[in-house]
């Protein structure tokens, strides 16, 4: 079984990547995007977390170099993980919030 073997230059530039989004992240929890749409600072930071997430999994964690059975799990494992979200978040938005 042969390792795929990955250049310093992409580690460096995933690293790059990962210090803009990281002061893209920083950025954004100083601007006040919720006047614009409510709740639209989480929906930006969770965005900038996943995007931060994926170039992690990639290829710090050698995921798109893998098996193709590997990634199908890595996708399920996803998939799965969406269907929990939206079901605890049906739940979360179906309840009735009166306070006595």
Same mark, same amino acid.
């Given at each position: *079984? &042969?390792?795929?073997?990955?250049?310093?230059?992409? /580690?460096? #530039?995933?690293? %790059?990547?990962? *210090?803009? %989004?990281?002061? $893209?992240?920083?950025?954004?929890?100083?601007?006040? #995007?919720?006047? /614009? /749409?409510?709740?639209?600072?989480?929906?930006?930071? #969770?965005?900038?977390?996943?995007?931060?997430? %994926? %170039?992690?999994?990639?290829?710090? *964690?050698?995921? !798109? /170099?893998?098996?193709?059975? $590997?990634?199908?799990?890595?996708? +399920?494992?996803?998939?799965?993980?969406?269907? *929990? #979200?939206?079901? $605890?978040?049906?739940? !979360? +938005?179906?309840? &009735?919030?009166?306070?006595?």
């Amino acid at each position: *079984m &042969s390792e795929h073997i990955v250049s310093p230059k992409l /580690y460096l #530039l995933i690293f %790059l990547a990962l *210090m803009v %989004l990281t002061g $893209t992240t920083v950025y954004a929890a100083t601007v006040d #995007l919720n006047h /614009y /749409y409510r709740g639209l600072n989480v929906i930006v930071a #969770l965005v900038i977390a996943a995007c931060k997430a %994926l %170039l992690v999994v990639l290829f710090f *964690m050698h995921a !798109y /170099y893998s098996s193709k059975r $590997t990634q199908l799990i890595i996708v +399920a494992g996803v998939f799965w993980l969406a269907i *929990m #979200l939206s079901l $605890t978040l049906g739940d !979360y +938005a179906s309840r &009735s919030w009166d306070v006595h």
